[in-house]
């Protein structure tokens, strides 16, 4: 029994350090969604290799606690430099580091943990004599205990850091209690009190890594880091490492309401979704007639700004004209039965998949059933004052034709942002309208004035934009088909030069129908010369490949599904992750009663064909309304499936090969690949549907060679 404690430690330990080093990466990298295949793929890639290269290292049982403890170590040291990242990438506090950085940031991070974990698989089998399952049994079970314990008692409680501590101090006693060996006291209290110092020194980083600017707040949410930068009386809030507000900001504030209400200064009730820190709601109150909802997911960040905002300015939060709600802006307008005036969306723009939401057909759809007749939605994307390159042309024009496919009138306001105004009645951004407004009103502003109207309204400059972003329609950003986030990532690359756009661009020109074979065309690469090398011996080695590009690429599209749909998988990576771990720790149980040869062939074929059911349901499910229980469901299946799978194919590549890691860096080497493509390329590319149809492919040929495998083997 003593012995089973360190597959369960590895399990646990290996999980928890997944889970905080994907929302660490959420953080750093602007809470960017494609970090996740980036982190995940890499993970695998260099656990494939720890397993695949420890069988020719001189390990021996003995010095299991030892790469324990070393591990343990290379956890801190990789956190710790995680958040100086950027001074290694030369980017100041609050810039993004770029998809390029991100991707060798992942490469170079886990390599120092995934690496020493893959080693620690094989050695785990070593000192359980071979027990392959078994150890792959207890890793699942550590890993799922590890997921409920990362999402219900540390999450909501405790920040990264801390959480890491805590962590490693308790995987420190398991070791210390169990290991059979004699004690390193030196080692044990160095890694002690390297873990200790995680939380001693987490505000102490924080600022060195946010310098030259001063910091003086940081919180961690469940739904992500907010920071606060002041200089003198202006504050500035980030939200994972990406400006939210600056406070104030009269300019913005000023832009964001005024355009959408001063086509109807009558408004009795507004809806504004996001941005009200910098002074959107002050300036909302200024119309006399107006009530404002005003919808922020995140409760932490207006107690956090309470605390740091003047009596003056915490006074308009604490409006009787003013209704907080504490929920994702999509999921109010689901609940909501109120129709509005004016709805304004004064978010970010869609940079990643969770805002991508926001600028949908069908998010637009659902915004107009609860708009009041000739009531108006406002929104902002970015723009140049003189020349808009093709990726922002293109970028412009998407959106446009998805307001225009919902709404009847839709116009556009110029400037260094531009303002989309959209109706099923009429607009105007005349001048002399607008101007009217602001007098008769008598709306006091700074900013929106009519010296800057003149040069903003300015009928050239108005049909000039016009002229580049409305004909010909591009396709419509949908929340399946990401097109808004493409286009923006591609835009936003090509401001800055990075390498990225090219590559982006690339990929676009290539036909939908070479990707969605793609996956089917990698996997027979990697398989044939293991066909050529080993003949029929070979072919458990497919279902292993195909499991993992499948199971990887899945998991990653089903966490973006559910993204989409709840908009908070900052809060339950964790939770999702563990329903995946539960299913492997089930289908693992299950293929320990594996009896004849026969038997194992019979059951490779049953679950490659419960794979391809379960996508189908899958694919089906997408464009569907669902309860949240829904993606946790599938992921159990998967991964279900994937632990049956996996025991059932690795025994005869263990007898075959001698070697108890070439099966698990087979199914880790197809994971990778599927992680790795899944995010940055099939996601918002091919959209999910296509993507999924794409796994359909590749898992329906797999099924068709393991029947001819089986028919070779009754002949």
């Known amino acids: 029994m003593s012995r089973d404690i360190f597959p369960f430690l590895l399990g646990f330990l ?12 959420q953080v750093h990298f602007y809470g960017n969604e494609m970090v996740y295949g980036f982190v995940l793929g890499f993970w695998l890639l260099w656990g494939s290799l720890g397993s695949l290269f420890a069988s020719k290292l001189p390990f021996q049982k003995k010095q299991l606690a030892l790469l324990f403890e070393i591990t343990l170590i290379f956890i801190a040291l990789t956190f710790i430099s995680l958040r100086l990242i950027r001074f290694i990438w030369g980017k100041p506090f609050g810039e993004s580091l770029g998809l390029t950085a991100s991707f060798f ?4 991070c886990c390599f120092f ?9 094989f050695l785990n089998v070593l000192f359980l004599d071979g027990q392959i399952a078994r150890v792959y049994l207890l890793e699942a079970l550590g890993a799922c205990l590890a997921g409920l314990a990362v999402d219900f008692g540390l999450i909501p409680h405790v920040s990264c850091w801390p959480s890491l501590t805590i962590i490693g101090l308790f995987s ?6 169990f290991s059979p060996t004699k004690k390193n006291w030196f080692l044990i209290a160095s890694t002690s009190l390297i873990l200790i110092s995680l939380s001693i020194f987490d505000w102490t980083i924080q600022k060195i890594a946010a310098k030259p600017f001063p910091l003086i707040e940081s919180r961690d949410s469940r739904f992500g880091r907010w920071q606060v930068i002041k200089i003198d009386d202006q504050m500035t809030l980030y939200q994972n490492g990406m400006v939210a507000a600056s406070i104030p900001d009269p300019a913005e504030a000023e832009e964001i309401i005024h355009f959408a209400l001063l086509q109807r200064p009558e408004a009795k009730r507004i809806l504004l979704i996001g941005g009200g820190f910098g002074g959107a709601i002050e300036e909302a109150l200024k119309y006399p007639l107006a009530k404002i909802d005003y919808v922020e997911i995140d409760p932490s960040v207006i107690y956090l700004l309470k605390d740091l905002l003047s009596p003056e300015k915490r006074a308009f939060f604490e409006s009787p004209r003013l209704n907080l709600h504490y929920l994702d802006g999509r999921t109010f307008l689901q609940k909501s039965t109120d129709l509005f005036d004016i709805i304004i969306l004064a978010g970010p723009e869609p940079s990643t998949a969770q805002l991508n939401r926001f600028y949908t057909r069908e998010f637009f759809s659902l915004v107009k059933q609860h708009l009041a007749p000739g009531g108006v939605v406002s929104l902002r994307l970015s723009s140049a004052e003189n020349y808009q390159n093709p990726s922002l042309v293109r970028y412009l024009r998407s959106n446009y034709s998805t307001l225009a496919s919902v709404f009847s009138y839709v116009e ?3 400037g260094d942002t531009n303002i989309f105004l959209a109706s099923d009645d009429w607009l105007s951004i005349d001048f002399n309208y607008l101007v009217k407004n602001l007098e008769n009103y008598q709306i006091d502003t700074k900013f929106i004035r009519p010296e800057t109207l003149l040069a903003r309204l300015n009928p050239l400059r108005l049909n000039s934009l016009k002229s580049k972003i409305t004909p010909p329609f591009l396709e419509t950003n949908s929340d399946l088909k990401p097109r808004g986030y493409l286009y923006y990532l591609v835009y936003w690359a090509t401001q800055f030069g990075l390498t990225e756009a090219k590559v982006m661009e690339f990929w676009l020109k290539i036909p939908a129908l070479f990707l969605i074979l793609l996956p089917l065309f990698l996997i027979i690469a990697l398989f044939c010369p293991l066909l050529i090398s080993k003949g029929k011996a070979a072919f458990p080695a497919l279902p292993l490949l195909v499991l993992g590009f499948t199971s990887l690429m899945a998991e990653v599209l089903i966490l973006l599904w559910f993204q989409l749909q709840f908009g908070y998988i900052y809060e339950k990576i964790a939770l999702l992750i563990t329903w995946f ?18 038997a194992l062939n019979r059951w490779l074929i049953v679950d490659q064909a419960l794979i391809l059911l379960i996508l189908s349901w899958l694919f089906l499910l997408l464009p569907v309304k669902i309860p949240n229980l829904i993606p946790y469901l599938f992921l159990f299946l998967l991964g279900g499936v994937g632990g049956h799978l996996f025991i059932l194919s690795n025994q005869p590549l263990i007898r075959e090969s001698q070697s108890y890691g070439f099966g698990y860096s087979l199914d880790l080497a197809g994971s990778f690949l599927g992680a790795i493509l899944g995010p940055p390329l099939f996601f918002p590319i091919l959209g999910l549907p296509l993507s999924i149809f794409s796994l359909l492919i590749l898992n329906f040929f797999c099924l068709i060679i393991l029947l001819i495998f089986s028919y070779i083997q009754k002949r």
């Open 14 to 25: 290996s999980i928890s350090t997944q889970i905080f080093l994907l929302r660490e990466f």
């Open 105 to 108: 940031s992942a490469l170079i």
């Open 113 to 121: 943990l995934s690496f020493p974990f893959g080693l620690l698989f």
């Open 172 to 177: 420190l006693l398991l070791i210390l209690i």
């Open 412 to 414: 556009i306001i110029p």
């Open 581 to 598: 771990m539960l299913g492997l720790l089930a289908g693992s149980f299950l293929s320990l009663r594996l009896g004849s040869l026969k």
